[in-house]
């Protein structure tokens, strides 16, 4: 049975952001498009939540490489998953705190 999916402010606020950027660089379509990608991918983490490495710096988060440009970081947190932040890859990760 697949898992609950939740956001923290923080990832929803990221998601928003990501959304936002894609509707206004490429259009409502492409970002339909990611947006049901995202939607795809949370599925699969909610069926499968270890499915993805945990970070090496922090165990307790995993991280999905959602595309070239970003990636999802998740916790499992018993009943459900935790969305904690959807983070830019090209961010220097000492500048980017999780």
Same mark, same amino acid.
């Given at each position: ?16 952001? $990501? ?10 379509? &492409?970002?339909?498009? =990611? !947006?049901? *990608? %995202? ?16 970070? $090496? ?10 595309? &070239?440009?970003?990636? =999802? !970081?998740? *916790? %499992? ?22």
């Amino acid at each position: 049975m697949p898992l609950k999916i939740k956001y923290s402010l923080r990832a929803l606020g990221e998601q928003i952001h $990501l959304l936002e950027y894609i509707i206004k660089n490429y259009g409502v379509n &492409k970002g339909n498009e =990611i !947006y049901q *990608r %995202i939607e795809n991918t949370l599925e699969l983490i909610a069926e499968n939540p270890e499915m993805f490495p945990s970070s $090496l710096k922090k165990p307790e988060l995993r991280k999905c490489v959602f595309s &070239k440009q970003t990636s =999802i !970081y998740y *916790r %499992i947190k018993g009943d459900y998953i935790e969305i904690v932040s959807f983070r830019p890859n090209g961010i220097d990760p000492k500048k980017f705190k999780l």
